[in-house]
């Protein structure tokens, strides 16, 4: 059982917007700014593709967004690409832990 | 360019130990916190265990506490874990991952390709 929850799997066709969610509590996403992202394809590396919950590292393409409300963090992919496809993980700085991961989610491109 | 090049993985019977190392550079290894997150196969990600770059402070997960240490020899840029009464619920791949500050934010802009420990009899 992972400390942040995420949907399983989510899905959506070329070109079009999906939100993968990420709840936690008041003692890690409620708490802290420190939310991160990770993409994952089959048998790659983990990717950092949000960090500080809506920050872009350096050649992370515009489309992928992120967000927060209360104790739920959000990622969203806008013009849904097949190349989209993969695993996605919410990542939160939780004080004293200190580092608490989502489930995963993955993303089937339609 | 930022590298981050695990080892020691491999087989072990169930209360064995092993240490895996990650050699990094590319980056002033001192001054950011490192960690390992581990992936069981088929499974989520799971962070184990990291260690702060200025005051050298060591954080664990609750499935490892008081059986993995991690180190960090700033001399040699290499990020250690020891690992001691393994579990077959241990078995995974454990990847190095580097933190965007020097104190750990739970932020991992660079991972290493990971090592793969297996505990089996």
């Not at chain 1, 399983?8 to 700014?33: E, L």
């Not at chain 2, 200025?54 to 609750?62: E, K, L, N, Q």
């Not at chain 2, 020891?82 to 932020?107: F, G, P, V």
Request: hydrophobic share 30%; charged share 15%.
């Amino acid at each position: 059982q992972s400390a942040l929850t995420q949907p399983a799997s989510v899905s959506g066709s070329p070109g079009q917007s999906i939100t993968i969610s990420c709840t936690g509590t008041s003692s890690d996403v409620g708490t802290y700014n420190l939310v991160s992202w990770y993409q994952q394809h089959p048998g790659k590396v983990p990717k950092l593709m949000i960090y500080e919950g809506s920050k872009r590292p350096s050649g992370v393409s515009n489309r992928f967004s992120g967000s927060k409300s209360g104790n739920t963090a959000s990622l969203t992919i806008s013009g849904l690409q097949a190349e989209d496809e993969a695993d996605y993980y919410c990542c939160s700085y939780a004080g004293s832990r200190p580092v608490v991961f989502g489930g995963g989610t993955k993303l089937t491109v339609l | 360019e930022v590298l981050l090049l695990e080892s020691g993985g491999g087989s072990v019977q169930p209360g064995g130990s092993l240490r895996l190392s990650c050699a990094a550079s590319g980056f002033t290894f001192s001054s950011y916190a490192m960690s390992w997150v581990r992936q069981a196969p088929g499974k989520g990600l799971e962070w184990v265990s990291g260690i702060s770059g200025s005051t050298g402070s060591r954080y664990y997960g609750d499935s490892v506490k008081g059986r993995f240490t991690i180190s960090r020899d700033n001399s040699k840029n290499t990020l250690y874990l020891q690992m001691s009464s393994l579990r077959a619920e241990d078995t995974a791949i454990y990847y190095c991952a580097k933190d965007l500050d020097t104190a750990m934010l739970s932020l991992f802009d660079y991972w290493g390709q990971g090592t793969l420990v297996t505990v089996s009899s």
